[in-house]
DNA sequence: TGCCTCCTTCCACTGTGTGGAATTGGTGGG
DNA sequence: CCCACCAATTCCACACAGTGGAAGGAGGCA
């Protein structure tokens, strides 16, 4: 029972994919190249897309851009999104009692992508940002997180392809092991991918939700483990007070 | 030169036009409804666009929702826009040194869309929200200053829209007309379609990108009238400024 | 002005998407 | 507990929409 699929829709998708933070502006060319399609084909979707008002052309550049409404399916995401109605009060509450950020993610393909994330601010008080960023799967706390609960065989896929473009795979295969061992001991685990930053996370298991998982970090210069163990327990809590709330919400039910 | 346009594609991309604030929760039935397409390519084109990550199937209520990966269209949307980029921080700042909500939106099909609106809020310092979200052309001060900034075919497209679905109409053209008279005169446009709130609005050419409108609105029980006055000034310096930074950072050229 | 490159349009072919009809599956009622 | 109903899915033959190689255009740079 092949899942049947539309290949004309499913081409005009990836062209979308393609547009990235850093690859804002493309041309049929560049899609062809990176979909792998024949630019004549490529040509004739993104007319249709511009068409249907997702793609914007823009003459000078002889390229294209992700046009206005797009983020219309952003807003109607997450204002359908039970989770996230859940989540991100109580998100705030603990970014504002702990001045740390905090952040909800799923996965995607091979990298993770924020569902919301809050960063704590010494000024703006704090600011919601970044929902729809990406991290890596490999290198983030969130990402092994994530990888302690995926399917055996999804994980095994994943791991062909970080091995595929990772030079320090050995390394870092120990790495994400350790993680994943936390993650099944203690409910947690941390990982500093970026400098001066320690960041901790927990997979949320919802009912008849995909998984979720929810983050914290802070820059500071004291020891990881330490700010870890401190964190960890306040997350773990968020992750506890998500799942019942979700729960009493009648998430996941008729 | 009929543009060419891709028929599954693009009734793809209506069915996750389908999905709204409200409508977050979808059938095959109900999608098939508001498509006016058969069941069956209902059907196979939401198994498609799951398949794609961009749908969620809800079993238990046998319906699909928007999932996570466009939220990530939404991120690259934003930061690949110039015009964004450049008035961002300006409305921020505007909005904070008047205490009010600054909105910048372009038109989409019959509904003026926000690609970000600050709200100035007396607790939270301010919080910027809503991107993604939709008002009505005909009722709002956006709405009004876009039209008189609009072709007149499609103006009279949407004019005929209108008409059909508001039942007072005459009143309403009386307004819009005034409003487009006062933004020709002006430079903007007022108008409170939700009570107690006082919104005006401004439109902002720029070179090489359609046009956007930014609007500034408040919370008042004072006369409208005295209210806008004293907004207008620095609405219209607002979009002065944007458009001259935006100039000068190369938009719309090479 | 003329070359060069990239994008678009053309065209014949084929395979893919289509929608009515039959089937399955899941829910609420008897 | 089983049956009847409704909606969603799968089946199927057909038609035609989408495909990609190759020719034709439109800019941009020298």
Known sequence: MPTPSNRSLERGIEILRAFRPG?????????????????ATVSRLTQTLVGAGLLEHDRPARAYRLAAPVLSFAHAMRTGST????????????????????????????EMLYLESIRYNKKASLRSVVSGQRVPIELTSLGRAWLATAPPARRAELTKEFEARRSNWPRLRREIDKAIESVRRRGWCVASWQPEI?????????????????????????????????M????????????????????GLA
Chains 1, 2 share one sequence.
């Open 198 to 230: 320690v960041a901790l996370a927990t997979p949320l298991v919802l009912p008849n939700e995909r998984v979720h998982v929810l983050n914290a970090s802070l820059s500071t210069s004291e020891p990881a483990n330490e700010v870890a163990q401190e």
């Open 83 to 110: 989770v996230l109605q859940v989540a991100a009060p109580r998100m705030r509450a603990l970014a504002e009692k702990l001045r740390i950020n905090v952040g909800l993610a799923v996965a995607d393909r091979s």
């Open 232 to 251: 960890s327990a306040p997350l773990l809590a968020l992750g506890e007070q998500i799942a019942r709330e979700f729960s009493a919400r009648g998430g």
């Open 23 to 39: 690859s804002t502006l493309l041309g049929n060319g560049e899609l062809a190249e990176r979909t792998g399609l024949a630019p």
